[in-house]
């Protein structure tokens, strides 16, 4: 069997444990660092949906792929630097870390002039940790109600990485309770080690990487 039909099988299992239909989680591939070919391989079993946290790296890899496959839904799950953004709409369907006014501002002035938006999430930093982005819990609200009002942004979702020590319930709680609040459908979260976790807390987008493709040798070559 593999890889990607396991994962499949574990989400769909995780599923129907949460009495929810199948096609209401997405499964983000995310093949940041990974040699090219697990990620041909991955494509080659029909697999659409990936996730990248790098502008760069993702264009390198994913120009190509692009030319060969139409039907590519390409997921920022990274840290959007506001001089990378022309770059990230050019290539990306949905940038899942909108996490403050200035990228607000930017993307919605980039995204006016092309009449075109990609699908936004707003990154929440669930465990209030300081070297991670993403908006406080506490400010999230008036964030996404900014991102809305004053920017215009259609935002559709939030995401959140938890604290990697502790046990990731209460942050996948925080995370639906504001997605819930603010009455926005998408609610990324879950990763290799927890994603059964985060159906049960109810995602609808899981990013997983080394359970699908191995662990990742961070030297590698793109
Ligand atoms: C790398 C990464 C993942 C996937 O991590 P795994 O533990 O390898 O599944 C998910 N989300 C984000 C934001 C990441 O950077």
Same mark, same amino acid.
């Given at each position: 069997?593999?890889?990607?039909?396991? %994962?499949?099988?574990?989400?769909?299992?995780?599923?129907?444990?949460?009495?929810?239909?199948?096609?209401?989680?997405?499964? !983000?591939?995310?093949?940041?660092?990974?040699?090219?070919?697990?990620?041909?391989?991955?494509?080659?079993?029909?697999?659409?949906?990936?996730?990248?946290?790098?502008?760069?790296?993702?264009?390198?890899?994913?120009?190509? @792929?692009?030319?060969?496959?139409?039907? %590519?839904? !390409?997921?920022? %799950?990274?840290?959007?630097?506001?001089?990378?953004?022309?770059?990230?709409?050019?290539?990306?369907?949905?940038?899942?870390?909108? /996490?403050?006014?200035?990228?607000?501002?930017?993307?919605?002035?980039?995204?006016?002039?092309?009449?075109?938006?990609?699908?936004?999430?707003?990154?929440?930093?669930?465990?209030?940790?300081?070297?991670?982005?993403?908006?406080?819990?506490?400010?999230?609200?008036?964030?996404?109600?900014?991102?809305?009002?004053?920017? /215009?942004?259609?935002?559709?979702?939030?995401?959140?990485?938890?604290?990697? /020590?502790?046990?990731?319930?209460?942050? @996948?709680?925080?995370?639906?309770?504001?997605?819930?609040?603010?009455?926005?459908?998408?609610?990324?979260?879950?990763?290799?080690? /927890? @994603?059964?976790?985060?159906?049960?807390?109810?995602?609808?987008?899981?990013?997983?990487?080394?359970?699908? @493709?191995?662990?990742?040798?961070?030297?590698?070559?793109?």
């Amino acid at each position: 069997m593999s890889a990607l039909t396991d %994962i499949e099988t574990r989400v769909s299992a995780a599923l129907k444990d949460a009495s929810r239909p199948r096609e209401s989680v997405k499964l !983000l591939a995310v093949s940041k660092v990974q040699p090219r070919e697990r990620v041909a391989a991955v494509l080659e079993q029909g697999h659409r949906i990936f996730g990248e946290n790098r502008v760069q790296e993702a264009k390198t890899r994913w120009e190509p @792929f692009r030319e060969q496959y139409t039907d %590519i839904d !390409l997921h920022l %799950i990274g840290p959007l630097q506001t001089n990378k953004v022309k770059a990230a709409l050019d290539l990306f369907d949905a940038v899942h870390t909108v /996490d403050r006014d200035r990228l607000a501002r930017k993307l919605a002035d980039e995204i006016q002039a092309r009449g075109v938006a990609p699908k936004l999430l707003v990154q929440v930093n669930v465990g209030e940790e300081a070297q991670k982005a993403g908006i406080d819990p506490a400010k999230a609200d008036a964030f996404i109600a900014a991102c809305r009002g004053e920017y /215009d942004l259609p935002i559709i979702g939030v995401m959140a990485i938890p604290p990697f /020590d502790k046990p990731p319930e209460p942050y @996948f709680e925080t995370l639906a309770d504001i997605a819930h609040r603010n009455g926005v459908e998408e609610i990324s979260m879950g990763m290799s080690a /927890d @994603f059964e976790t985060a159906i049960a807390y109810g995602a609808t987008m899981i990013r997983v990487g080394s359970a699908l @493709f191995g662990a990742r040798d961070p030297s590698a070559v793109i």
